[in-house]
C-alpha cells in the first residue's frame, strides 16, 4: 500500500489491570507524502516514565500528538488505558479563566475541592484567583500541570514542557514531575530534545530516527540523579552518537 | 474648625492654599483650553453681528433654547422617539448579526451557506436602499428601525465571525485532550475568545445606528430629533437644529462610553497597558 487511508488507525481504550498504559503498534503517518512515522512499535508501561529523544522534525510530537487524540491521520494501533492528560510547550492556559477555573476544566467528575488539591500540590494555592497572563513562565507550566494531572491520568503527555523555561526553573520543574509522578503514578511520555533531562528523568530513553524508534537504553540509576553519575555519562555519549552529534573534541 | 476635611485627606496640600484646579491633572485642563477660546469667538462673533442667526445661533441661545424645549416637554419626547427606533433597530440587527455570525463562524456549511450572500449584501450603500425600503415598508416607523437594523448587523457580524475564526486552535486542541464536549468547547473557548473582536463591532455597530437613525429621520418623520431638526429648518431656527445635533453627538458619545465600561469589565484577563 503506497499511500495509507488516513483514519484507519484503530484505537481502544482499555481498562483492565494489566493493560500498559499505552501501546503503539506499527504506527504510520504521512504528510503529503513524505513518511514521518514508519511503523512504530512502543509500549509504556503502567507508572513507567519514558523519555523520547530524537532531532527537530523527527516526528516525535507527532507521535505525542497521536497518542493525546489530536491527529487523526494515523495508520496502526493505538491503545490507551485510562484517561489521557496532556502538558504541552507552551502552558496553553485559557487566558479568560482564572487559574482555578483552568484547573478545574480538567477535572472529569465536578470535585470542587480537587482543583484547589491540584493547585496547592503544584504550589499555587495561592494562585487560584490569578488571572493566567499574569503568571510567570514557570509558575503558568505549573498551572498546566496541575490541569493535566488533576484528571488523575493512566497517561500523562509531556511536550516539552520545560524548553521554554529559564535553567534554575527548570531545574525545580524537574523535581516537581518526578514528586508528582511518584504521586499518582501515571505512565509518562517526556519528549524532549535535552538528552540530559532524559536521564535525569526517565526509566527508559527511546531516540526517535528515520520513523522508527531507532534506539532504547534503560537507566537505573537511583533517583534523585546526579548528571555526573558515571552511569549518565556512559549513556549520554551514547545517545548523543546517536542523535548524530558527535563527541566533542573528536569531531 | 479651623481644619477641613479637605485638608485631612491631602496632606500633600498642607501649607498651600486649596485650588480646585489642582484637582484636574494639568495635562486634562491644558486641552480644555481650545475648545473653551472657540466657544468665546463663536459667542462673540454671534453678539456682535457678526455671526446672524440665520446661519448659526449664538451658544448662549442654544442652552436657553434648550432649557425651554426641556421644560415644555419637547426635547424629552423628541428624544424618547428617536432612542426608541435606535434601541429596536439595534436590538434586531445586534440579533442577526451575532446569531449569523455564530452559525456561520461554527461551521463550514454555515459559512458557505450564510457568508457569500451577506458579503454581497454588505457592498451595497446602506442608505441607498432608502427608496426601497419607502415601497417596502411605507414612511412609518419600520423603515427607520430597518435601516438601523441593517446598519448594526454588518460591523457585528463581521467583526463576530473574524473573532469566532480568529481564536486560537491551540486553546480549541486543549479542549480536546480535556474531553470537553463541542457545547463546551463554544462556551469556554470560542465564545469568549471572539469576545473582544465582537466588542470591536458592538462600538462600530453603534456608531453606524446613530447616522442610520439620523439619516432615516430627515427622510420623513413626524416626531423624534430628526423631526425637530427639520421642523426648525422651515423657520430658520439654527438654535434648535444645533441643539438637535449636540443632543445626537451626546447620545452617541454616551453610547459608546457604555460599551467602554462593558469592554473593561468583560476583558479584565487581558494584561494590555491600562485605559
Excluded: C
Excluded at chain 1, 13 to 42: H, I, M, N, Q
Excluded at chain 1, 216 to 231: F, I, L, M, N, Y
Excluded at chain 2, 171 to 194: I, K
Amino acid at each position: 500500500m503506497a499511500h495509507g487511508l488516513p483514519g484507519v488507525t484503530t484505537t481502544a481504550k482499555t481498562g483492565g489491570d494489566t493493560a500498559p498504559a499505552a501501546r503503539v503498534t506499527g504506527l504510520t503517518r504521512r504528510f503529503d507524502g513524505r513518511t514521518v512515522l514508519d511503523g512504530v512499535d512502543l509500549t509504556i508501561e503502567r507508572g513507567e516514565f519514558v523519555a523520547l529523544l530524537g532531532r527537530s522534525g523527527s516526528g516525535k510530537s507527532t507521535l505525542l500528538r497521536a497518542l493525546a487524540g489530536l491527529d487523526r491521520g494515523t495508520n496502526g494501533g493505538l491503545e490507551v488505558s485510562g484517561a489521557v492528560a496532556v502538558a504541552f510547550q507552551e502552558p496553553r492556559l485559557i487566558p479568560w479563566k482564572r487559574v482555578r477555573a483552568n484547573v478545574a476544566l480538567g477535572l472529569r467528575a465536578a470535585d470542587p475541592a480537587a482543583a484547589a488539591r491540584a493547585l496547592a500540590e503544584v504550589g499555587l494555592a495561592d494562585h487560584g484567583g490569578a488571572w493566567p497572563l499574569t503568571l510567570s513562565g514557570g509558575e503558568a507550566q505549573r498551572a498546566s500541570l496541575a490541569r493535566a494531572l488533576v484528571r488523575e491520568p493512566g497517561l500523562l503527555l509531556l511536550d516539552e514542557p520545560f524548553s521554554a523555561l529559564d535553567a534554575l526553573t527548570r531545574i525545580t520543574m524537574h523535581r516537581l514531575v518526578l514528586d508528582l509522578w511518584d504521586r499518582h503514578g501515571p505512565g509518562v511520555l517526556l519528549v524532549t530534545h535535552d538528552v540530559d533531562e532524559a536521564l535525569l528523568l526517565a526509566d527508559r530513553v527511546l531516540v526517535l530516527d528515520g520513523g522508527r524508534i531507532a534506539h532504547q537504553s534503560r537507566v537505573a540509576t537511583p533517583r534523585p540523579r546526579h548528571r555526573d553519575h558515571p552511569d549518565l555519562t556512559a549513556l549520554r555519549a551514547t545517545l548523543l552518537e546517536r542523535l548524530g552529534v558527535t563527541p566533542e573534541g573528536t569531531a | 474648625m479651623s481644619t477641613s476635611s479637605l485638608d485631612l485627606a491631602r496632606p500633600h496640600a498642607r501649607g498651600r492654599p486649596f485650588r480646585p484646579a489642582a484637582l484636574l491633572p494639568r495635562a486634562a485642563l491644558a486641552r480644555l483650553v481650545s475648545p473653551l477660546v472657540l466657544l468665546a469667538v463663536w459667542q462673540l462673533a454671534a453678539s456682535t453681528g457678526l455671526l446672524p442667526e440665520r446661519l448659526l445661533a449664538a451658544p448662549t441661545k442654544i442652552a436657553a433654547t434648550g432649557l425651554d424645549l426641556l421644560r415644555d416637554g419637547t426635547l424629552t419626547s423628541a428624544i424618547a422617539v428617536s432612542v426608541q427606533r435606535a434601541g429596536l433597530g439595534f436590538l434586531f440587527g445586534a440579533v442577526a448579526g451575532v446569531g449569523l455570525a455564530v452559525v456561520a463562524g461554527l461551521s463550514r456549511v454555515g459559512e458557505h451557506a450564510l457568508d457569500p450572500p451577506l458579503q454581497m449584501l454588505r457592498a451595497l450603500p446602506l442608505f441607498g436602499l432608502i427608496p426601497l425600503f419607502i415601497l417596502w415598508f411605507g414612511i412609518g416607523e419600520t423603515p427607520k428601525v430597518a435601516l438601523v437594523a441593517l446598519g448594526v448587523a454588518f460591523p457585528l457580524y463581521l467583526n463576530t465571525f473574524a473573532g469566532i475564526r480568529g481564536v486560537d486552535g491551540r486553546l480549541a486542541e486543549v479542549a480536546e485532550v480535556l474531553d470537553l464536549s463541542r457545547t463546551a468547547l463554544v462556551r469556554h473557548v470560542v465564545l469568549p475568545g471572539a469576545l473582544p473582536q465582537a466588542l470591536v463591532g458592538l462600538r462600530q455597530s453603534l456608531g453606524v445606528a446613530w447616522l442610520a437613525l439620523i439619516v432615516a429621520e430627515q427622510v420623513n418623520a413626524d416626531a423624534g430629533l430628526g423631526f425637530m431638526i427639520n421642523n426648525a429648518r422651515e423657520f430658520l431656527r439654527t438654535d434648535v437644529v444645533v441643539l438637535g445635533l449636540v443632543v445626537y453627538a451626546a447620545l452617541g458619545l454616551l453610547t459608546d462610553a457604555v460599551v467602554r465600561l462593558l469592554e473593561r469589565r468583560a476583558l479584565t484577563w487581558r494584561t494590555g497597558f491600562p485605559v
